[in-house]
């Protein structure tokens, strides 16, 4: 159970070097590690709501932390602790906004790419296989339904933007940024994660739809799990016995976010519109129900 705290959408430490503010999370440098707090910003399609998600950022670090010690038979992580009091004593004046919410990881230089698998076609794979008939360069068979499931998960990397959107590229792109060994290994990281993650979901009646990963190499150029794993905020989950091709279906993710901004035709380009009190209700009752069935975390 989580202490009742209000909404934190943005963290302010004036003592601890902040190293950058992303989407969902505020990072700040200790020399040989990073302290990431994951706040309670939403965004979709790159842009960050101006309405936070009361307790998110608690419910996204506890499911990561639960896959991190999962999979690391797979792949090490760079997770070092998520108790403050294990945090360099500069933090420990800030043990209310960090905890449930923060991570102290190592430091690493991080693979400039989104590594998404799919098992199934939906979203921007389902628009660009209508488009193009393929993903990221993988032919696909004609008459593919959306929602369908693919005959063997693919991987299929995209830029990692700093600003504005991520650009979905093939496995030849990939290699060109990043190098054709690193480019092989972090495919077969990619790819065994998700596999193992689609057997331990099953098995909670959860189908893992594709999800993103993100690597970087430690201080011996060794290829490590950081970032965040396997959260609502980088995933698609979808419930087992409501499944059905070409039916949307229920999912316990941010899809009901995206769908709501979808429907009111906004550009995707910021300001982001103001939601609904029950669009908001609805996404915390997502990500809730996800984290106890994936960590048995309970608000």
Not at 3 to 12: D, S
Not at 30 to 42: C, G, M, N, P
Not at 48 to 57: D, Y
Not at 231 to 247: E, H, N
């Amino acid at each position: 159970m989580f202490k009742i705290m209000k909404p934190l959408y943005q963290t302010n430490f004036p003592d601890i070097p902040l190293l950058k503010r992303g989407k969902v999370r505020d990072i700040y440098d200790l020399d040989e590690y990073l302290l990431i707090v994951a706040t309670d910003r939403i965004s979709a399609f790159d842009v960050i709501m101006e309405q936070p998600i009361n307790n998110k950022g608690k419910l996204l670090t506890q499911i990561s932390k639960h896959w991190f010690e999962l999979t690391k038979h797979i792949i090490t992580n760079h997770l070092v602790s998520t108790d403050v009091s294990d945090y360099p004593s500069i933090c420990h004046k800030y043990k209310d906004e960090l905890e449930d919410r923060s991570m102290l990881v190592l430091k690493t230089n991080p693979i400039l790419l989104e590594c998404v698998v799919r098992g199934y076609i939906a979203g921007s794979g389902w628009k660009e296989y209508i488009a193009e008939g393929s993903i990221c360069g993988i032919k696909l068979p004609d008459g593919c339904l959306e929602f369908g499931k693919l005959s063997a998960p693919i991987f299929t990397p995209s830029t990692k933007a700093t600003e504005g959107h991520d650009e979905n590229i093939d496995f030849m792109q990939a290699t060109e940024i990043i190098g054709l060994d690193n480019a092989v290994k972090i495919k077969e990281y990619s790819l065994a994660l998700f596999n193992y993650a689609t057997l331990k979901l099953l098995d909670k009646e959860i189908i893992l739809a594709d999800t993103k990963f993100e690597f970087g190499l430690d201080n011996d150029n060794n290829i490590i799990l950081i970032d965040e794993v396997l959260t609502p905020d980088s995933s698609r989950f979808w419930f087992l016995p409501d499944y059905k091709v070409g039916k949307a279906p229920y999912n316990f993710d941010k899809q009901v976010l995206r769908d709501y901004l979808e429907n009111i035709n906004w550009n995707k380009q910021p300001p982001a519109p103001v939601l609904p009190d029950d669009i908001i209700s609805k996404t915390i009752d997502r990500y809730t129900f996800i984290s106890e069935k994936i960590a048995g975390i309970l608000l």
